[in-house]
């Protein structure tokens, strides 16, 4: 059985989507992007939602993403069993 490694990154966006946690996201020119909600993301882009916008950041662009006070990262969530697949 080959073993699969988990992806933090995948982790924590599927946590961020799935609970619809307003994140501020820095690019890497300096621009900022508020209370951004996560609609969807895969191996290249995230798509976020902010007020009446919708944004496609592209992941090499990100300089940081800001996490909520109240966030944890836990990568336990993710496991084999599972698919690979997190759970809340």
């Known amino acids: 059985m ?3 490694s988990i992806s933090v ?3 924590i966006l599927y946590r961020l989507r799935k609970q619809k946690l307003p994140v501020s ?7 900022q992007i508020t209370n951004a909600i996560i609609a969807s993301y895969d191996s290249f882009v995230i798509a976020v939602l902010t007020g009446d916008k919708q944004m496609l950041v592209y992941k090499h662009a ?5 996490l909520p006070e109240n966030f944890t990262v836990n ?3 993710c496991d084999d069993a599972n698919g690979g697949k997190c759970n809340e």
């Not at 990100?62 to 800001?66: E, G, K, N, P």
Request: aromatic share 10%.
């Open 2 to 4: 080959a073993n699969k």
């Open 9 to 11: 990154q995948d982790t």
């Open 25 to 31: 996201i820095y690019t890497t020119n300096g621009f």
């Open 62 to 66: 990100i300089s940081s993403i800001v």
């Open 75 to 77: 990568i336990d969530m």
